[in-house]
Antibody, heavy 120, light 108 residues
């Protein structure tokens, strides 16, 4: 069965960096685009970034472009989100999510989320 | 980007009743690429409906989706106790994909 397990969250000061990871299993990771979606406390869902199956194409939400980098290691079945210049407003639970394969997709599979708190 | 507006913000109903949730888009959603999710406290969202009207795997048939263009509806025919949660719509026909702000379905 498909499993997505995020890790790497924590408490960090504004301006610092953090790297999130998402380990995938139960499917052929290297054939699926993968996304990060976040949810601020008590708020709705916000798409953050997507990466193509081979890592050659990456797209970002305006709110994180230039600060966050999505990447993947298909040999390790792992998705990453490198977050630089963190802001208080980046505080959220970060989910990795998988859709049906391409960019324009609903998300049938989600991880349990990892919590990021940006605070001085 | 396409803005999705969900209504009502909160819906108070009793088990056994019918629930109708609305999602209105600021522009037409391409190919009816509209999904619905259920989220319970402390859990990840769960896909219910994709393509406006197709049920995801394992979703009971009391959940149904309809609509096209800019107006979409999620209907729960007879509410079960486990259905009380927050529901989000998502459009994935245009980049960036966007979510509605959610409808909280609470027990009356």
């Amino acid at each position: 069965q498909v499993q997505l397990v995020e890790s790497g969250g924590g408490v960090v000061q504004p301006g610092r960096s953090l790297r999130l990871s998402c380990g995938a299993s139960g499917f052929t990771f290297s054939t699926y685009a993968m996304d990060w979606v976040r949810q601020a406390p008590g708020k709705g869902l916000e798409w953050v970034a997507v990466i193509s199956y081979d890592g050659s194409n990456k797209y970002y939400a305006d709110s994180v472009r230039g600060r966050f980098t999505i990447s993947r290691d298909n040999s390790k079945n792992t998705l990453y989100l490198h977050m630089n210049s963190l802001r208080v407003e980046d505080t959220a639970v970060y989910y990795c999510a998988r859709g049906s394969g391409g960019y324009f997709t609903s998300y049938g599979y989600w991880g349990q989320g990892t919590r990021v708190s940006v605070s001085s | 980007e396409i803005v999705l507006t969900q209504s009502p913000g909160t819906l108070s109903l009793s088990p056994g009743e019918r629930a109708t949730l609305s999602c209105r888009a600021s522009q037409s959603v391409s190919n009816s690429y509209l999904a619905w999710y259920q989220q319970k406290p402390g859990q990840a969202p769960r896909l219910l409906i994709y393509g406006a009207s197709s049920r995801a795997t394992g979703i009971p048939d009391r959940f149904s989706g309809s609509g096209s263009g800019t107006d979409f509806t999620l209907t729960i025919s007879r509410l079960e106790p486990e259905d009380f949660a927050v529901y989000y719509c998502q459009q994935y026909g245009s980049s960036p994909n966007t979510f509605g702000q959610g409808t909280k379905l609470e027990i009356k």
